[in-house]
Each structure stands twice: as structure tokens, then as C-alpha cells.
């Protein structure tokens, strides 16, 4: 099973390994991709993202 999650911000994303990581302390190389706007991320387990607030949102895409 991989699960697939995308984080979006009403901001420019600049530094988005620092983003993913905030997001996702876990995060250790696993496939991203990213660009000013979103970043997309597959683990092989379920993750509980950190709450950044309002500026930054989580949500599962993919389920597989």
C-alpha cells in the first residue's frame, strides 16, 4: 500500500524540503515532487502531518 499526499499554500512554496519536513518529520527520501505551488509526496505507511495552520494544507490524493 502507498499512500500519496499533496500540500498546498496560499504562500509561494520556496524551500520545500524544509516544508516537508515540517509537515512530515518522518519524511526520510521518499519519492517527492514539487513545485512553487505544491509539493506531492508517496510513503509506503499512513502519515499524520504536523498542523501548520491555515496557510498550509495536507490531503490524501492517493491510495493504492
Do not use: H
Not at 10 to 22: A, C, E, P, R, T
Amino acid at each position: 500500500m502507498t499512500i500519496t499526499y499533496r500540500i498546498t499554500s496560499s504562500l509561494l512554496i520556496g524551500d520545500y524540503v524544509q516544508l516537508l519536513k515540517s509537515v512530515f518529520p518522518a519524511w526520510n527520501g521518499e519519492p517527492v515532487t514539487a513545485n512553487q505551488t505544491e509539493i506531492t509526496v508517496t510513503f509506503a505507511t499512513p502519515q499524520t502531518p504536523v498542523d501548520l495552520g491555515p496557510l498550509v494544507r495536507v490531503e490524501v490524493i492517493d491510495t493504492v
